[in-house]
């Protein structure tokens, strides 16, 4: 089981990244996706997550109207979209799959950083 983070790096406020998690080793259409972050000295928080089936997306507060998540079945990837980025918005962001049974799997995490 795979999941690669790639798209981080370094943007200015106010600015936009795109991040893209491919997934490998399990039937990705059944597992929901979501982004987890954690800044540092913080914990890991969630971001977004959307269902394996529908496609139905939620986001925490703080990201909604700025973040957009999601999912292709047949490439197997998951994305976050990520406008008005905010120094704030500073963390690791990483891709989680959850399936049944209490399975899940993480990503390594990729780095971004808002930053003037």
């Known amino acids: 089981v795979q999941l690669v983070e790639s798209g981080g790096g370094l943007v200015q406020p106010g600015g936009s990244l795109r991040l893209s998690c491919a997934a490998s080793?399990?039937?990705?259409?059944?597992?929901?996706m979501s982004w987890y972050r954690q800044a540092p000295g913080k914990e890991r928080e969630l971001v977004a997550v959307?269902?394996?089936?529908?496609?139905?997306?939620m986001y925490a507060d703080s990201m909604k109207g700025r973040f957009t998540i999601s999912r292709d079945n047949v490439k197997n990837t998951v994305a976050l979209q990520m406008n008005s980025l905010k120094p704030e918005d500073t963390a690791v962001y990483y891709c989680?799959?959850?399936?049944?049974?209490?399975?899940?799997?993480w990503g390594k995490g990729i780095l971004v950083t808002v930053s003037s």
């Open positions: 080793g399990f039937t990705f259409s059944n597992y929901d």
């Open positions: 989680k799959a959850d399936g049944w049974f209490g399975l899940q799997y």
């Open positions: 959307i269902r394996s089936r529908g496609g139905s997306a």
